[in-house]
T-cell receptor, first 111, second 114 residues
Framework: EDQVTQSPEALRLQEGESSSLNCSYT??????LFWYRQDPGKGPEFLFT???AGEEKEKERLKATLTKKESFLHITAPKPEDSATYLC????????????FGSGTKLNVKP | KAGVTQTPRYLIKTRGQQVTLSCSPI?????VSWYQQTPGQGLQFLFE???????NKGNFPGRFSGRQFSNSRSEMNVSTLELGDSALYLC?????????????FGEGSRLTVL
């Protein structure tokens, strides 16, 4: 069965303290791996899509990487406004817009 | 460009009642998906519609149903509400008719069942 596991569940960082979030997955034929950010009371907001092992995407202080079994979201020198829940989702081949989401990592960046 | 709009944003129902939630996708998006988000289970896929046809369905009981209209707007219905149906219901639209492509989410409809 297709499955997504994210770790850690929660992460507290000091402003400027870099770290990484992990997303491990099992899927029968990966179509794409997606990262989203969700703020309290809001819907998830798209960040990145990764399609093949070795691919990397960057946006401001965030960098997403993909291997055959997991993805990492690296946060470099985070700021308090980066505080949010980060969700990872996978889509299997042939599954029309059906995504399996992980339970998320709740990031809290303290000034 | 307007985002995904969901109504109502908040609602309170009692067990046994039914509820209908509405979603207006981003203009030009023909795919609409619905997800249930709870603290314990995270985001779980309910169903996806494209051009008024349900293409995919998650593992939810038949009490959960949906439909899509010719203008791509979508509704989902939950009948005979149970306490466990309390959740944030998220609608997402997508441009691509093919498999793949990012989802654009609305802010959700928060349902409380008493």
């Amino acid at each position: 069965e297709d499955q997504v596991t994210q770790s850690p569940e929660a992460l507290r960082l000091q402003e400027g303290e870099s770290s990484s979030l992990n997303c491990s997955y099992t899927v029968s034929g990966l179509r794409g791996l997606f990262w989203y950010r969700q703020d309290p009371g809001k819907g998830p907001e798209f960040l990145f899509t990764l399609y093949s092992a070795g691919e990397e995407k960057e946006k401001e202080r965030l960098k997403a990487t993909l291997t055959k079994k997991e993805s990492f979201l690296h946060i470099t020198a985070p700021k308090p406004e980066d505080s949010a829940t980060y969700l990872c989702a996978v889509q299997a081949e042939g599954n029309f817009n059906k995504f399996y989401f992980g339970s998320g990592t709740k990031l809290n960046v303290k000034p | 460009k307007a985002g995904v709009t969901q109504t109502p944003r908040y609602l309170i129902k009692t067990r046994g009642q039914q509820v209908t939630l509405s979603c207006s996708p981003i203009s030009g998006h023909r795919s609409v998906s619905w997800y249930q988000q709870t603290p314990g289970q995270g985001l779980q896929f309910l169903f996806e519609y494209f051009s008024e046809t349900q293409r995919n369905k998650g593992n939810f009981p038949g009490r959960f149903s949906g439909r899509q209209f010719s203008n791509s707007r979508s509704e989902m219905n939950v009948s005979t509400l149970e306490l466990g149906d309390s959740a944030l219901y998220l609608c997402a639209s997508s441009l691509s008719g093919r498999a793949g492509g990012e989802l654009f989410f609305g802010e959700g409809s928060r349902l409380t069942v008493l």
